[in-house]
């Protein structure tokens, strides 16, 4: 029986201190707030400067992007707001923003820098993709995590493989190759 009365006190101390932490707002402190949203994404390297991904891109390690966020009726265009992220092994980030505003902002990724030498021009295009923050779950987006579309980088030169690539894809091989 000592046993028994031992393990329900320890519980019950257990639940004594999980509620005096969640009241504290401890144990609750690094989960995100109903108005938090998470960007994720990708960065990639466009090894065969096709403007587009090919069974050839790459991604991108340690590219830095950035969220930026405008006030929708902004005659400036100003940026109000924004957060930065990096990627990671696989090319992909993961961006908090704190409080969001919704409909009243426009927000877009923006590729900020790749540590990849020959491949840190900035592609045209794939560049920066919108994100839609609306919180409106009758409009279909029922989470707080949103996916922007991949960002690219170009190589300097094309990959020698390339116009085979891109032949593979009906395109022929391209003015360059």
Known sequence: MGRRRCITEVLLAAV???????????????????DDFF???????????????????????????????????SAS???ERSAEGTTDAAGRYRIELVDNRGAE????VVLVSSPVPG????????DRAQVELLTD????LAT??????????LK?????????????????SGPSY
């Open 16 to 34: 004594v201190v999980a509620a005096a932490a969640a009241a504290s707002g401890g144990l609750l402190a690094a989960a995100a707030r109903d």
């Open 156 to 172: 300097n030169q094309p990959l020698p493989n390339c116009g085979q690539i891109l032949s593979s894809y009906g395109l022929g």
């Open 119 to 126: 491949c840190a021009e900035k592609e045209v295009g794939r």
């Open 137 to 140: 779950a009758g409009a279909g």
């Open 105 to 108: 902002e426009v927000c877009s």
């Open 144 to 153: 707080t995590v949103r996916r922007a579309n991949p960002l690219g980088f």
């Open 77 to 79: 265009g100003a940026v």
């Open 39 to 73: 960007v994720d994404g990708s960065v990639y390297c466009d090894t065969c400067r096709a403007g587009f991904e090919t069974n050839a891109t790459t991604p991108i390690a340690g590219a830095k992007v950035r969220l930026e966020c405008r006030h929708y009726m």
